[in-house]
């Protein structure tokens, strides 16, 4: 018999957005939760993103008569997962919507001030089911200060805090073209005087994910949940195939914690743990080049595993494009998505749609030979947008001589410095300016739907994602397959359960997030879509394990 430390009814390891968005539908249940997060800051993998989620038929789309119901939602998710299967079963995507809806309702209902990202397309809104004008929401940015000063300073940087903007996701599409339209310029100046005006004021503003996080953070402190962080977690307790809690490294001491009702995993994937992405990768990825969540080392997993969970889609990941980190805040690595601009592969030769999701792109690469690959741009590209601070048309030196930045005339020429057959390339560009000038991609289709035409060039006609490539000099920046996190681990029902080896639940025991099988399998519905799962199946294993304490009070009461 365990003697406990500390006992509560749920104890949830992770301080993402799963881990919070669980404890506070927890309090709301009317169980007593415990946060447990292993680093200094809380937010995790959904503090660092771009803090969209993916919601199907929420309720901002009905107030704005954006058309979508359950039934076109799941039929979008087998346009793009294919049939239900053991990890991804029908029930599972279903409480995907729901519970998504009722987490919105709930943080609503707390005070978050959503806002639709209106036109930030599905990723495949041609496939049936699919809304051209999305169905990602975003909350407005929100004052750090509401934290109290003992908080304020404890979330993980957030997407925007590098660039030194109050700007949300969406605006993003805009301002990198502030001198493209007046629609882009006016968000422009809006982020700008927002930022300004911040500055002034003397507010530490959050946005993207951190503005989550931040209010996830205040609601539960509100409801005087404990968030301990600096507590990593050393093995889970078991009591007769049931886990009942765990041991936790807090202030120094390792401890017993009870979770009564149950534990759940929230605490991401594995993206920096090198000798399990060797493992099931075959060899291929050792998550050098992911820029995942820190924390991502995927002992808590491993756990899990030794608990005796089934396990899926361990190599799978999300996926993206990447330069170096030197110009991640420049706007080379989107040259992709822009006319201007395209990607070869080691023999100079295109390999895909390069406005293609990020995931897809990325896939490709290591598919076709082409990890890494290059993007080509011509000078026209360098005098239409920005390419890091500053003006359109300007590089910074420092670009050309560490090499970053490849430089020539010629495309024979741009060839022989990357290293790739000039013939090639030559006979590349030439077949694909010969139709980009009329706004065609025939052999990838580059530009056709609606998710590549909203990434792209608003005052670019006729195609806003698609010109060629056509004036020198011209310019050559290297694009590794990067990833944002691990997307498998352990295998979870409809209720968050993670399910045994066996096929059974393990009693006790939840998870959401990275450390699982995702929902979204191999794919990515639209923006946001692996926040929104995260934080959905956060609040539905609370509302489970409220249940799974409900029905044994009233069995308890039956038997008196």
């Known amino acids: 018999m365990t003697e406990w430390d500390h006992s509560v009814d749920f104890l949830i390891v992770g301080s993402g957005g799963g881990g919070l968005s669980a404890a506070i539908a927890a309090k709301e249940a009317g169980l007593q939760p415990l946060v447990v997060e292993k680093q200094a800051l809380v937010g995790g993998s959904t503090a660092m993103s771009g803090g969209v989620m993916w919601v199907p038929n929420n309720v901002l789309m009905q107030e704005e008569g954006v058309a979508d119901s359950m039934d076109d939602s799941l039929l979008y998710m087998q346009s793009t997962l294919g049939d239900p299967d053991r990890t991804n079963p029908l029930a599972r995507r279903r409480a995907y919507v729901t519970a998504g809806n009722d987490l919105v309702g709930l943080m609503r209902r707390r005070g978050v001030e959503f806002v639709r990202a209106d036109g930030y397309s599905d990723y495949y809104s041609e496939l049936p089911g699919g809304v051209d004008r999305g169905r990602s929401i975003e909350s407005q940015p929100w004052n750090a200060d509401l934290l109290g000063k003992d908080w304020r300073d404890r979330i993980m940087p957030g997407m925007a805090q590098h660039i030194g903007l109050v700007v949300k996701t969406n605006e993003l599409r805009s301002i990198q073209y502030f001198n493209r339209s007046v629609a882009a310029f006016l968000v422009a100046a809006r982020v700008f005087l927002r930022t300004v005006v911040s500055k002034i004021r003397g507010r530490k503003m959050l946005t993207n994910g951190a503005a989550i996080i931040g209010q996830l ?274 295998v979870a029902d409809e209720f968050s359960r993670v399910i045994g080896e066996n096929g059974s639940p393990i009693a006790g025991l939840y998870a959401t997030g990275n450390i699982t099988a995702t929902v979204l399998g191999r794919t990515y519905f639209g923006a946001g879509a692996s926040i929104s799962y995260t934080m959905a199946f956060g609040y539905v294993a609370a509302r489970h394990a409220a249940s799974a304490m409900e029905a044994g009070r009233a069995d308890e009461l039956k038997i008196v």
């Open 217 to 490: 953070l205040r609601m539960a402190l509100d409801d005087g949940i404990e968030v301990w962080t600096e507590s990593p977690v050393e093995q889970l307790i078991l009591d007769g195939g049931r886990v009942v809690g765990a041991r936790i490294v807090h202030e120094g001491k390792s401890i017993s914690v009870q979770g009564r009702e149950g534990v759940l995993l929230a605490a991401g994937g594995f993206a920096h743990n090198a000798d399990m992405r060797r493992k099931y990768s075959g060899g291929v990825n050792d998550g050098s080049l992911s820029i995942a969540n820190p924390g991502d080392t995927g002992e808590v997993l491993e756990m899990g595993i030794a608990a005796g969970a089934g396990i899926d889609l361990m190599d799978n990941a999300w996926w993206l494009p990447s330069t170096i980190a030197e110009l991640g805040a420049s706007t080379m690595g989107q040259s992709r998505q822009r006319p201007g601009g395209i990607l070869v592969n080691r023999e100079g030769k295109r390999f895909v749609n390069e406005s293609s999701a990020m995931g897809d792109v990325a896939v490709a690469m290591y598919d076709h030979d082409a990890a890494p690959c290059w993007a080509i741009t011509d000078d026209a590209y360098r005098r239409r947008y920005a390419a890091g601070i500053g003006l359109p048309g300007h590089m910074p030196k420092e670009w050309f001589t560490n090499g970053w930045v490849k430089k020539a005339e010629t495309i024979e020429d741009l060839a022989k410095l990357i290293d790739v057959d000039g013939d090639n390339l030559v006979d590349t560009i030439s077949t694909f300016n010969a139709h980009a000038e009329n706004g065609l991609d025939p052999e990838f289709g580059r530009g056709v739907s609606a998710y590549n035409r909203a990434l792209g060039d608003p005052a670019h006609k006729p195609n806003p994602a698609l010109g060629p490539v056509a004036r020198g000099p011209f310019y050559a920046v290297q694009i590794f397959p990067s990833d944002a996190g691990t997307g498998g681990g352990l």
